[in-house]
């Protein structure tokens, strides 16, 4: 089944700087990827998602990279702020979401 | 407002009890789906449904039981509750677009098993 692989556990950046977040997978049949962040005590929130037949994806300050010969993806923060700081998960998954993995999860202090 | 909604927010009770966690969704969503959770750990999928009639069991095995008798509700139960059923119980529903759909999120239910 699939696995999904997520990095680093935990990331502390100051309010402005760029943040990372990387995945990698290993069902080569997964095709959807999306973004949930998940604030203390409250329930995983959308923040961004990606398909296969698409390489990178933007919103405003968040973007998404898919590499799928590599199998991984990644979630870039820029001009981060403190209201950022949260729980961040991946996950990966065939279109119609039946078996949606997440990752272990990255959590996110910005520091004013 | 269309939304997931679950009880309860927090339950405590004693070990060897039933329980029965609600969830109810009013997005109009066939699939239905119920993650566990400690906190601020990984979700692991337990159980999903396709609609009514329709129950499957996840990646992580699990005692609880779950049922689709009507698409908007999909409650968990416990027959008997130990104290390593103690975490975080996430129901989520999503579409059935084709081209893939995101899983919305209850508020989730909190169980401590004492």
């Known amino acids: 089944g699939e696995n999904v692989e997520q990095h680093p556990s935990t990331l502390s950046v100051q309010e402005g700087d760029s943040a990372v977040i990387k995945c990698t997978y290993s069902?080569?049949?997964?095709?959807?990827f999306p973004w949930y962040k998940q604030e203390l005590g409250k329930r995983p929130q959308l923040i961004i998602d990606i398909r296969s037949n698409v390489g990178e994806k933007k919103d405003q300050r968040i973007a998404v990279t898919l590499n799928k010969t590599a199998k991984h993806f990644s979630l870039h923060i820029t001009e981060t702020q403190p209201e950022d700081s949260a729980v961040y998960f991946c996950?990966?998954?065939?279109?119609?979401?039946?078996?949606?993995?997440f990752g272990t999860g990255t959590r996110l202090q910005v520091f004013p | 407002e269309a939304d997931i909604y679950q009880t309860p927010r927090y339950l405590v009770i004693g070990t060897g009890k039933k329980i029965t966690l609600e969830c109810s969704q009013t997005?109009?969503?066939?699939?239905m789906y119920w993650y566990q959770q400690d906190p601020g750990m990984e979700l692991h999928l337990i159980h999903y449904s396709y609609g009514v009639n329709s129950t499957e069991k996840g990646d992580l095995s699990s005692e609880s039981t779950v049922s689709r008798i009507r698409t908007e509700h999909f409650p968990l139960t416990l027959e008997s509750a130990r104290p390593s059923h103690t975490s975080q119980y996430l129901c989520a529903s999503s579409g059935d677009g084709s081209s893939g759909s995101p899983l919305h999120f209850g508020n989730g239910t909190r169980l401590t098993v004492t």
């Open positions: 996950a990966a998954g065939p279109y119609n979401t039946d078996k949606l993995i």
């Open positions: 997005m109009g969503h066939d699939k």
């Open positions: 069902d080569s049949a997964s095709n959807y």
